[in-house]
């Protein structure tokens, strides 16, 4: 079975950095296309990054020059560096990876971003 777990989520002040990390176990195959999303309370779940296995980036606008999303094909693992937290990033953040026709996401990791 396919499972991605998260890390790296936790409280951080703003203008701080958190760098979220989620393993892939259960697959030999390098999943097409990986990224991260995020749902803050009472709002719907969004887009924050995507990355393909060629290594093409794609951010949300809301999140573009702060974040950076990475790969490592080999660990079939994704990354995502936070940099210049503000309130407003504060969301569960989950990961997910694309197969062919199948989509698979980890249970999330909460990330809070208060003074």
């Known amino acids: 079975q396919v499972r991605l777990v998260e890390s790296g989520g936790g409280l951080v002040q703003p203008g701080g950095s958190l760098r979220l990390s989620c393993a892939a176990s259960g697959s030999s195959s390098r999943f097409h296309v990986m990224g991260w999303y995020r749902q803050a309370p009472g709002k719907q779940r969004e887009l924050v990054a995507t990355i393909v296995s060629g290594g093409s980036t794609n951010y949300a606008d809301s999140v573009k020059g702060r974040f950076t999303i990475s790969r490592d094909n080999v660990k079939n693992s994704v990354y995502l560096q936070m940099n210049n937290l503000n309130p407003e990033d504060t969301a569960v953040y989950y990961c997910?990876?694309?197969?062919?026709?199948?989509?698979?996401w980890g249970k999330g990791t909460p990330v809070t971003v208060s003074s």
């Open positions: 997910k990876a694309q197969y062919t026709d199948l989509n698979y």
